[in-house]
């Protein structure tokens, strides 16, 4: 890299690229096209663009400029190019020191490994053969090492690895691939790989790793973001290992598997293909094929796998020596944030593991991986992590005033959002924050974002719900600094979340939103959870709900489907029928039915809830889908899915308009499946049923409601609209209605986006 020049100036052009520009080898594309065209000029990172001089003829910069957005690097996402007259130094094009500049939100994700430097890895004679560190300007870490900005090595975790003077030859080429790559490095001057716990320190660690993986141990692998826990995935003793050592015995486990095994374990669409192979490189939930060559364990009761293609080098090398695919599961104990610095790894993991693949490139920052699924043919994002973040949202045209707002969540499915200009920056994905260690993880994070991207909020946005930490921490940020705080319905901001990201502006006005998820604290103060709104940006109003039942316990009720269900049949059936049906009596056989029922009749620790999550754990439940107590979120969820097959007529639901807001009633429901039950009606076809009655129920009381008040968008969001059969027969509904659904996919329905929404709520009631 020059330094800047003074000298003889010729008249040409300013040229001023915005967008993903910085990390992406944009800087030596330029270098390169200018050089193709016989352009003079210099090219520089300014924080939040690339500034790009240039001088020739009109007719060459005309061409430039078009290849700028055509020709540009498969990373890089151009947003703007502005144009403008300036003085040019004279001399053959070249790159420059980076200049000072507002800082961006377009730091890049972690980018899969490329093919150029998969096959340099394979092949004997390259000079990185088999070095488990190879990346290039279009692949390898970016995120996960930056710790400061502009990108580049002084401010990354590669600052302590000074190139060896190869690399440095490649690094300053603007010819080579690695031109500016800033995690460059090989085995002379990079980062290193041993295997630590096995006593043997002779071997190569992957091939002495691989040979444990292939004897039933199980292993910490340190990765990108963080260690993973890995294991064969075909060894149904090492599964069952794995599962009692991290108690975690139901919930489904990824696997890591090439493309070739990934094709005999599922059924992959093309476009499903083309998702598992983009340089994100997410977990997608793909349809198991019948015997697949797995451990049965893996996830059980499913009809769907997460797989991941490797996307390190470290991974393809390790898969290889293998040669089988492996599950790659978080490495955490159970419900803890994902471990990633090398102490607490051997501390935390030392009685799930038997050995430790480590590395010494430190990793700046915890990512989970991304998981993904393919719904209404869109892919669906249920987690934002690895890959995937901090790429940045952008928000719809009438927002790109909007004062930068610093929105935090919820409690469950953590994360927090930032936005910039007309950007929002949606972290990835933190946790659980009823977790101490997950609330203190969340906290630094929080620091690690507002300081990586420099950010000074003019507003602070929580959740209703006084009592969670998020909420909490908000409140004491607004105060310390004398921000405004605006708090922002749970479910408000889940519309809010799926109007952003489809693009709807403020002036567009409201929309009908039907949201269905576990909890949320409502507007007035009781507990939500399957509403119908009608909501613009700045103001929300509920208009129809799932008709409430006690949640006996309060919090108990979401481990323990048995106690929905009770309620559930007492308010459908009565309680006389429910005591008096020998079938339904052994389904609360041994529980305190007396003492629930008495908390229910007196409202105590038994608040109203009209919880769509919580219907679906009750039906699972009264199907035996649903253990006494669920082992993780979603279990109960999952399982009835996993078990609707087939088309079924829907079972009904009834509207009760006599109050407000009206009621969709689940009596009709329970008293169809009970019948059911006794007929001996497949479950399987009950399921089904099941879940074309919700769709059905909720689809006809909005499009009531759209049309009363005039409106021809429907948003949905909210956690239960990650069940696939549920999305998409909601989403034919309203179509077939002329409606037009508003469902996100790059943000996550769960509460995941809900920063997302919470941000851009805060940003429309400040600009009024």
């Excluded at 009655?693 to 948003?715: H, N």
Aim: net charge neutral; glycine share 8%; charged share 20%.
């Amino acid at each position: 890299m020059s330094k800047e020049v003074t000298g003889t100036e010729v008249a040409g052009e300013k040229i001023e690229v915005s967008g993903i520009v910085q990390g992406v080898g944009f800087r030596p594309f330029v270098y390169r096209l200018a050089r193709r065209l016989d352009l003079n000029g210099d090219v520089r990172n300014a924080g939040d663009r690339v500034v790009i001089r240039i001088a020739g003829p009109a007719a060459a910069r005309d061409a430039f400029a078009a290849a700028l957005v055509h020709e540009a690097p498969v990373l890089a996402r151009v947003e703007q190019i502005v144009r403008r007259p300036a003085q040019v130094p004279e001399g053959a094009f070249r790159i420059v020191e980076s200049g000072a500049g507002a800082v961006s939100v377009g730091v890049v994700p972690d980018v899969a490994t490329c093919p150029a430097c998969r096959a340099e890895i394979t092949d004997p004679k390259a000079r990185r053969y088999r070095y488990a560190f190879t990346n290039c300007t279009d692949c390898g870490p970016r995120f996960s090492i930056v710790t400061g900005l502009p990108y580049d090595r002084p401010a990354t975790t590669m600052a302590g690895f000074p190139m060896c003077p190869a690399c440095r030859a490649e690094y300053e080429d603007p010819a080579d691939r690695r031109f500016h790559a800033q995690p460059i490095a090989c085995t002379d001057c990079g980062p290193r790989l041993w295997l630590e716990g096995d006593g043997d320190t002779s071997a190569d660690p992957i091939e002495r790793a691989a040979a444990l993986l292939r004897a039933r141990h199980i292993l910490a692998v340190k990765g990108l973001g963080g260690f993973h826990i890995a294991c064969d995935a075909t060894n149904a003793d090492a599964v069952a290992l794995l599962r009692a050592r991290k108690h975690r015995p139901t919930k489904p486990l990824a696997v890591m598997a090439d493309l070739a095994a990934a094709h005999a374990l599922c059924h992959i669409a093309p476009e499903e293909e083309a998702a598992l192979s983009h340089p994100s490189a997410p977990i997608l939930l793909l349809p198991l094929k019948p015997g697949a060559p797995l451990a049965p364990g893996i996830a059980p009761g499913q009809r769907h796998l997460g797989v991941m293609l490797p996307y390190t080098p470290l991974h393809h090398l390790l898969l290889a020596a293998v040669g089988r695919p492996l599950v790659m599961t978080s490495g955490n104990r159970s419900s803890e944030p994902q471990i990633f610095r090398d102490d607490e790894a051997r501390e935390c993991l030392a009685g799930i593991v038997d050995a430790f693949l480590m590395h010494d490139r430190p990793i700046a920052r915890r990512l989970d991986d991304s998981v993904a699924r393919h719904v209404a043919g869109r892919q669906r994002i249920m987690r934002r992590g690895r890959g995937l973040a901090p790429m940045p949202l952008t928000l719809p045209a009438d927002f790109a005033d909007t004062p930068p707002v610093l929105a935090l969540g919820g409690e469950l499915k953590s994360a927090l959002c930032l936005t910039h200009g007309g950007k929002a920056l949606l972290s990835h994905h933190l946790g659980d924050l009823d977790e101490p260690a997950t609330g203190d993880a969340f906290e630094t994070a929080l620091a690690d974002y507002t300081a990586l991207f420099a950010h000074r909020p003019a507003v602070v946005a929580v959740d209703l719900h006084p009592d969670y930490r998020a909420t909490r921490l908000g409140e004491d940020l607004a105060a310390t600094a004398g921000l405004p705080l605006e708090r922002v319905q749970h479910h408000h901001a889940h519309m809010a979340a799926a109007m952003a990201e489809a693009g709807w502006r403020r002036a567009d006005g409201p929309v009908v939103g039907i949201a269905l998820d576990g909890l949320g604290l409502g507007a007035d103060g009781t507990v939500w959870g399957a509403e119908i709104l009608v909501c613009d940006y700045r103001t929300s109003r509920r208009v129809a709900r799932l008709s409430p039942i006690p949640l006996a316990g309060g919090d108990a009720a979401s481990r323990e489907p048995w106690r929905v269900l009770l309620a559930h049949l007492d308010r459908a059936l009565g309680r006389s029928a429910v005591d008096g049906d020998p079938r339904l009596a052994a389904l609360f056989a041994g529980k305190p039915l007396l003492t629930l029922r008495a908390m229910m009749d007196k409202g105590l620790n038994a608040p109203l809830a009209s919880s769509a999550g919580r219907l679906f754990d009750a039906v699972a439940a009264l199907l035996g889908l649903a253990p006494d107590r669920l082992s993780h979120e979603g279990e109960a969820a999952m399982a009835l899915e996993a078990a609707a097959e087939g088309e079924a007529p829907p079972y009904p639901f009834a509207l009760r308009a006599d109050g407000w807001p009206f009621e969709i009633d689940p009596a009709p429901l329970f008293k169809g499946l009970v019948a059911d039950l006794h007929a001996g009606r497949p479950r399987a076809a009950m399921a089904a049923a099941f879940h074309t009655g919700l769709a059905e129920a909720f689809t006809a009381v909005a499009a009531q409601v759209a049309t009363a008040e005039g409106l021809t968008a429907v948003a949905l969001s909210g956690g239960v609209f990650q069940n696939a059969r549920l999305l998409e027969e909601t989403v034919r509904h309203l179509e077939a209605r002329g409606l037009t659904p508003l469902v996100p996919s790059q943000v996550p329905a769960n509460d995941g986006g809900l920063a997302f929404g919470q941000a851009v709520v805060a940003a429309a009631r400040r600009m009024g």
